[in-house]
């Protein structure tokens, strides 16, 4: 269509923006009304035929003459031009149309910042070959949520389903082409064999680099794995990943801010590869604001429990702004609206006989009910009468429709003669959709000879072109025709694709290793399954690269099956990469596969596989707390004594640090000291970053907190001078945690916004539970129960999701405060006995329970769990400091000098500090010190204590923790100084009724009462 206004009768026609208006006002119209008046317009010196319009504005849709009546009856409404005055629109009679009007044509009209310069994408202009009636309903619905983006600026998705040739997308399509004019649409397909990682997202930053590629400044390397860019992407940084989605919100969002949201329409997501659907959940989770319409089609049919749509389709159920429209056949009503439109008439008798039959045959399929009545015009069961009126013979209305839809393909395709036929069953094996190039070399001719051989499934509606690249209309009439072949035709045609391939990409397959490994997977050579496990290796290490983890894990599945046994070194490097693969998806047995890996690798002398294994083999922090993994100690420390380089050898002795945390203290400063030094050794910022995060946390023990913290400061200045913000916010989860230790929540408070940030972004599940178990802590130390207990749940539920080790413990421990606040510690008395009983070397559990039993009363088994009291960090630092805060209680409470005179000199050096775990805090420990103290009878210095406690504990702001700490004060006080005492436990009561402390209020009720 050429651009322009043209300017008729106080009317003015937009091709730019698409609008038909009338003193500024837009007049709704019809798209195919639209392109009929823009084609009389331009053809205005003469007179235009029906038959110029049908192949003009219609093409190869299946449609009558008497359609162009109806619509230029719909124009002439539209543009007030009565059929009998015709002063715009004249009717040369048996001859055509011609515009009459005085037309003045000026420059096409451009809204100022409107994103202009992209176009209606081809997929979505492109005829189907089918007519378009009914789905009043669902254009609606889809107008309205449209109404919603531009009038809130916020992000919608709206999830059409329905099965094979329902018309998803042909609804996606006119309803685009009506919103075009004020949106900025963008298109994207999923395709069944291609398995390419993010192809519809792909599809669309493809379409908005070629025509608005500004929108991309600042993003292109974030987004090299979707444009195919040379930008280095580092496959171990979760910040890869992160970047990569958050950078396709943010070109969205962009081309919103020129004036117009976007309009993304994902298209057959039920062939979808995960991270696809990953990009889309995390649009749907982070895009709120945006002011973006999604439209994702997919065949719900072919959605079983298991498939990857299902988890999403479950996960957004109570998203906001989410709509569903599951698109059903066409009723009555609208299989006889689909017949006019295509004979522009109303139907007669015959007509209506012929809706029955066509409804009862295809359940009001579309695409059936088009493909049918197109077979029967064509063999002559139906025929059309000169005014366009349908005859159905008395047979049909009797007997119903005597053919199945792909008897009808199949019928199609062979009255399009041999030539066409030869073309199109060599197009079924490549795939839906092809190039003229690939399918002329393929069939041994020159491209235009090839052309002429689709040019009848072109006009016949079979296939679509958009200059040299073909798709079949539907899927349905590619699986027709593959399905006709024979077994060994299929064969020896996929073995001739994947030769064409391999010719075409040289040595670097890229994109296309997939396609080839699914040919040679189907070839008939020999060789063939050598050659498909080679690319399907290449992949897998593709989607790796394009962060595309979940497609890895698939590729490199299929390669273990393919290889021949005794192909060890392609083996181990293939366990490797499936081992990187299952851990950056989340898949727990990543540990096994990487296991394996590095054996294999030991026993066949290969130092760098082993190395990459065992780096591989680790989340980011300690396996398992509280637990030395001896097989992955071991394979570390192999491939150590290989001898990597520097960078290496220092990540692998942070990994050795971290996983040996429960070891002897002197080897895991041995392994972190040798890792600092590495990491300063080989000078590499990023490696740095890592080393100290690792360390750091190896190094858990409250005495090694000043060097804790200088390693991490070490590690924020080198993430800075990355620049790589993600990698700040992994560092951000380490100075959350050392912030509290030292009771300073102004840090806590910054550094949990930028941890935040980092989390909300971040599409690793550890970084995300981890963010959801500091939110219950920050809500605990406020004091607000209720919704600390929701955020622990909410914690929990994402832990278990995702596989964490330790979701149950952090749990546990977030609930054991809570009900201890409330005093309702009875409710988790049987399940600290099940823990402690599952988890007998976890001395923080036996602690809490004997608090709890202490609480209840039951001073006997108190004493019994207390007469085995540790005060080591057994096996567990980071839980340590917890523990000989309850050990400190129950000696209080059951006046136990001995063992509290053991835990004086420890909780001493820890005075000014505060206990923590990570996923809990008890306070100041100067509070359990002041505990031990008193049990002691050393009154002064129990009082010092305190002093010190309210003080780090009113930094902290936790006010529960600061009434606990009055009321131990006022006991301590009670016989000396009964009036600061009273005053004391009168401001602990006061605090503890207003946040709801019950436990708290019931002890210092008790107090009050007794001092009078």
């Given at each position: ?25 837009r007049?709704?119209?019809?798209p ?5 008046l823009?084609?009389l ?28 009546t ?7 409404m ?11 629109i004249r ?18 009209g ?9 176009p ?8 189907s ?13 889809l ?31 006119v ?7 004020e949106?900025v ?20 930053l ?9 929108v ?13 860019g ?34 993304v ?10 991270q ?7 649009l749907v989770?982070r ?12 065949r ?14 479950a ?35 015959d ?14 399929n ?14 002559g ?43 199109l ?5 490549i ?24 040019l ?15 798709a ?20 020896f ?24 490994a699914h ?9 063939s399954?050598?050659k ?7 992949a ?13 894990v ?9 290889l ?9 490097a ?6 990187t ?13 990487l ?43 192999r491939?150590?004594a ?35 030094a ?13 080393v ?11 005495d ?16 800075e001078?990355?620049g790589?913000a993600l ?5 951000s989860?380490?100075?959350?945690e ?28 550890f ?14 130390l ?34 054991f ?5 409330q ?31 202490c ?23 980071q839980f ?6 309850l050990w ?15 835990l ?21 420990i ?19 204590a ?11 702001r ?23 005492a ?7 009561g ?16 008790r107090?009050?009462?007794r001092?009078?």
């Amino acid at each position: 269509m050429g651009g322009g206004t043209y300017r008729f009768d106080g009317y003015e026609l937009d091709t730019s923006l698409y609008e038909l208006r009338r003193a500024g006002e837009r007049i709704p119209i019809e798209p195919r009304a639209f392109d009929v008046l823009h084609h009389l317009i331009t053809h205005r010196d003469r007179v235009v035929s029906k038959e110029e319009l049908l192949d003009s504005v219609w093409g190869d849709r299946f449609v009558s003459e008497a359609a162009v009546t109806t619509v230029l009856r719909t124009i002439r409404m539209a543009i007030g031009d009565g059929g009998r005055e015709q002063r715009l629109i004249r009717t040369a009679y048996r001859r055509g149309y011609q515009f009459v009007g005085a037309v003045v044509q000026a420059a096409a009209g451009v809204r100022p910042g409107s994103g202009h310069g992209v176009p209606l994408p081809a997929r979505l202009a492109v005829s189907s070959g089918l007519a378009f009636a009914g789905r009043e309903h669902e254009r609606a619905a889809l107008a309205d949520v449209w109404k919603e983006v531009i009038a809130s600026g916020q992000r919608r998705v709206v999830l059409v389903n329905g099965e094979a040739g329902i018309g998803k997308t042909t609804l996606c399509s006119v309803f685009a082409a009506a919103a075009h004019h004020e949106a900025v649409v963008l298109y994207g397909r999923c395709d069944e064999e291609l398995s390419i990682p993010y192809q519809p997202w792909r599809e669309v930053l493809t379409s908005v680099d070629r025509d608005a590629p500004d929108v991309l400044a600042g993003h292109r390397e974030a987004l090299a794995p979707l444009l195919g860019g040379a930008y280095a992407v580092d496959l171990e940084s979760d910040s890869a990943r992160f970047a990569l989605y958050n950078s396709v919100l943010d070109v969205l969002a962009a081309l919103s801010a020129r004036g117009k949201p976007a309009l993304v329409v994902l298209d057959d997501l039920h062939w979808a590869d995960v991270q696809t659907l990953a990009l889309l959940r995390h649009l749907v989770g982070r895009a709120l604001a945006t002011p973006v319409l999604v439209i994702a089609t997919f065949r719900d049919t072919d959605v079983a429990a298991a498939h990857p749509l299902a988890g999403l389709l479950a996960a957004t159920h109570r998203e906001p702004g989410i709509t569903r429209l599951a698109l059903r056949g066409l009723d009555g009503g609208e299989v006889l609206s689909l017949l006019e439109t295509v004979a522009g008439h109303e139907m007669d008798h015959d007509g209506l006989a012929l809706r029955d039959v066509l409804r009862a045959e295809t359940e009001g399929n579309p695409f059936f009910v088009t493909e049918i009545l197109r077979h029967l015009t064509e063999t002559g069961a139906i025929r059309q009468q000169d005014d366009g009126r349908w005859t159905a013979p008395t047979y049909l209305r009797n007997q119903g429709l005597p053919v199945s839809v792909r008897e009808v393909v199949g019928r199609r395709v062979q009255r399009l003669g041999p030539e066409t036929r030869r073309a199109l069953d060599t197009a079924s094996v490549i795939g839906r959709d092809f190039a003229l190039d690939l399918l002329s070399e393929l069939l041994s001719e020159d491209p235009a000879r090839t052309f002429e051989r689709l040019l009848p499934a072109v006009d016949n509606a079979l296939v679509t072109d958009a200059v040299g690249r073909f798709a079949f209309t539907h899927a349905i009439v590619a699986h027709t025709l593959y399905a006709e072949l024979s077994p060994t035709a299929r064969a020896f045609g996929h073995q001739a694709v994947a030769v064409a391939l391999e010719r075409r990409v040289g040595d670097d397959a890229g994109e296309r290793a997939g396609e080839i490994a699914h040919h040679w997977m189907h070839a008939i050579d020999p060789q063939s399954r050598s050659k498909a496990a080679w690319y399907a290796q290449r992949a897998g290490d593709y989607a790796l690269t394009r962060l595309a983890p979940d497609d890895a894990v698939g590729w490199y599945l299929r390669v273990l099956e393919l290889l021949p046994t005794g192909d060890t070194t392609q083996r181990c490097a293939t366990l490797v990469g499936l081992g990187t693969a299952q851990r950056q998806a989340g898949d727990p047995a990543h540990r096994d596969t990487l296991l394996d890996a590095g054996r294999l690798a030991i026993g066949l002398h290969d130092d760098e596989l082993l190395v990459r294994a065992a780096l591989a083999n680790n989340r980011g922090d300690v396996s398992q707390f509280g637990a030395v993994d001896d097989e992955r100690v071991e394979i570390l420390r192999r491939a150590i004594a290989a001898g990597p380089r520097k960078a290496d050898g220092a990540l692998l002795h942070a990994m050795l640090a971290i996983e040996i945390h429960a070891g002897p203290e002197e080897r895991v400063e041995e392994a972190a000291s040798m890792a600092i030094a590495l990491a300063r050794e080989a000078g590499e910022d990023r490696v740095i970053a890592h080393v100290a995060r690792l360390t750091e946390s190896a190094l858990r023990t409250l005495d090694a907190l000043e060097r804790r913290e200088q390693l991490l400061h070490e590690g924020i200045a080198a993430a800075e001078r990355t620049g790589d913000a993600l990698l700040r916010g992994m560092l951000s989860m380490s100075h959350h945690e050392i912030a509290l230790e030292r009771g300073d929540r102004d840090t806590m408070d910054r550094e949990r916004g930028i941890r935040g940030a980092f989390a909300r972004r971040s599409a690793e599940p550890f970084v995300r539970w981890t963010n959801a178990q500091t939110q219950a802590i920050h809500l605990f130390l406020d004091g607000d129960l209720d919704g600390a207990e929701a955020a622990a749940h909410a914690a929990f539920e994402l832990g278990v999701s995702t596989g964490q080790p330790e979701a149950f413990f952090g749990y546990a421990g977030q609930v054991f405060q809570i009900r201890r606040a409330q005093g309702r510690v009875a409710e988790v008395a049987d399940t600290f006995e099940q823990v402690l009983e599952q988890n007998p070397t976890l001395q923080v559990f036996r602690a809490g329970l004997a608090h709890v039993w202490c609480e209840l009363g039951r001073e006997s088994d108190a004493r019994a769990l207390a007469d085995s009291l540790d005060v080591s960090p057994g096996g567990a630092p980071q839980f340590w400091s917890t523990t000989l805060m309850l050990w400190a209680e129950t000696c209080h409470a059951l006046a136990l000098p001995a063992p509290a005179s053991r835990l004086v000199p420890i909780l001493d050096g820890w005075r000014g500090q505060v206990a923590s775990t990570g996923a809990t805090t008890e306070g100041a420990i100067a509070y359990g010190l002041g505990r031990a103290l008193a049990t002691l009878g050393r009154l002064d210095d129990a009082a010092a204590a305190y002093d010190l406690a309210l003080t780090v504990n009113r930094r902290l702001r936790a006010p529960l923790f600061v009434a606990r700490t009055q009321l131990a004060y006022a006991e301590l006080l009670a016989e000396a100084e009964p009036d600061r005492a009273r005053a004391l436990a009168t401001d602990a009561g006061a605090t503890t009724g207003r946040f709801g402390f019950a436990g708290v209020r019931r002890h210092s009720e008790r107090l009050l009462e007794r001092l009078g």
